[in-house]
């Protein structure tokens, strides 16, 4: 079966700081890989998604990046938290082709930048 | 444009029957889908409507109409576990999910 796994689950952050959100996928290959963000009260905000490895397409212009080292792997990083990066950070997974929609869902990692 | 709209809250007794109601607006559209999300934790999908008329599973349906841009989630025989929010999201015409706000439903005993 397949997992997905995203660390850390919280961390705070000082405005400035860097920051590195790991997720990773077992049991299935070649996955699409999404980062999202949840604000309270709004929906999910794609910031990144992946067909492939290092083939990252971004969603919203940002001070936020992302990586995809390995085929299962998937990182968001940024080098200077600013404040609005707050927020409660979902990785997501799906199949190619017509399951693209149904997405898999890690723990999520919630972010607060002081 | 991307536009889509749910209710914010909604309140049910357990037992009894909800409907949740989502519209959208798009000129590209590849399918409603209907996600759960409890408090704190991440979203899990609950069905997927391509075409228009009603999906059943188990407790929960899922209805679409194309034509009027609009979907519902209806979620029967309510437990306390089905306290949670409800999120509403079309794929567009990129293939990616736009998602609405989400609705918070409370189940009162």
């Known amino acids: 079966s397949q997992t997905i796994h995203q660390w850390p689950a919280t961390l705070v952050q000082p405005v400035g700081s860097p920051l590195s959100l790991e997720c990773t996928v077992e049991g299935t290959s070649n996955p699409n890989l999404y980062w999202y963000r949840q604000a309270a009260g709004r929906g999910l905000q794609l910031l990144f998604y992946?067909?492939?490895?290092?083939?990252i397409s971004s969603e919203v212009p940002q001070n936020l990046s992302a990586s995809r080292p390995q085929d299962r792997q998937f990182i968001l990083s940024s080098k200077k938290l600013l404040l609005s990066d707050s927020g409660f950070y979902l990785c997501?997974?799906?199949?190619?082709?017509?399951?693209?929609?149904?997405?898999?869902f890690g723990e999520g990692s919630r972010l607060t930048v002081l | 444009g991307q536009n889509i709209d749910q209710p914010t809250e909604m309140t049910a007794t357990e037992g009894a029957i909800v409907q949740i109601n989502c519209t959208y607006q798009?000129?590209?559209?590849?399918?409603l889908f209907w996600y759960q999300q409890h408090a704190g934790e991440a979203p899990t999908f609950l069905s997927y409507n391509v075409l228009d008329g009603l999906e059943e599973k188990g407790r929960f349906s899922s209805f679409l109409s194309r034509s009027k841009g609009y979907s519902y989630l209806l979620l029967k025989e309510l437990q306390m576990k089905d306290s949670a929010s409800y999120l509403c999201a079309y794929m567009d015409s990129n293939y990616q999910l736009i998602w609405g706000a989400g609705t918070k439903l409370i189940i009162k005993p």
């Open positions: 992946s067909v492939g490895i290092g083939q």
């Open positions: 997501a997974w799906s199949r190619v082709g017509v399951h693209t929609g149904e997405l898999f």
């Open positions: 798009t000129s590209g559209f590849n399918g």
